[in-house]
């Protein structure tokens, strides 16, 4: 139980959940301790908050692995080329966008 409840990720949205499956409200604050979720009862629901923390830990590592894909297309560069004999362009050097793309595809 006080390994779910400190996982990574762990919002006021999670915390509003237990506080509404308790019924009363549950919320972390300075002294907050383990000795205070048994007082509080938490344990009689101790698989609901493992659920709560284990979805908060992967929604933690999803927005985690956005961020960095999202600071690995702010350095990305298009290639704008004229083409021959026409008002249109190209993009040029697609090959690292491509790697790229394809990297965060797999990781997705």
Not at 3 to 16: F, I, N, Q, S, Y
Not at 34 to 62: D, Q, R, S, V, W
Not at 71 to 89: L, R, T
Not at 93 to 103: A, H, K, M
């Amino acid at each position: 139980m006080a390994v779910a409840l400190r996982k990574p990720g762990m919002t006021d949205r999670h915390w509003e959940a237990i506080t509404e499956k308790m019924g009363f409200e549950v919320k972390p604050y300075p002294g907050f301790t383990l000795t205070t979720c048994i007082n509080l009862g938490l344990k009689k629901e101790e698989e609901f908050l493992e659920e709560i923390g284990e979805k908060a830990y992967k929604e933690h590592l999803i927005e985690t692995k956005l961020d960095e894909m999202e600071e690995a297309w702010e350095n990305i560069e298009f290639e704008v080329h004229p083409a021959k004999g026409s008002d249109s362009y190209i993009i040029g050097g697609i090959e690292p966008i491509q790697n790229l793309l394809d990297e965060h595809i797999m990781q997705t």
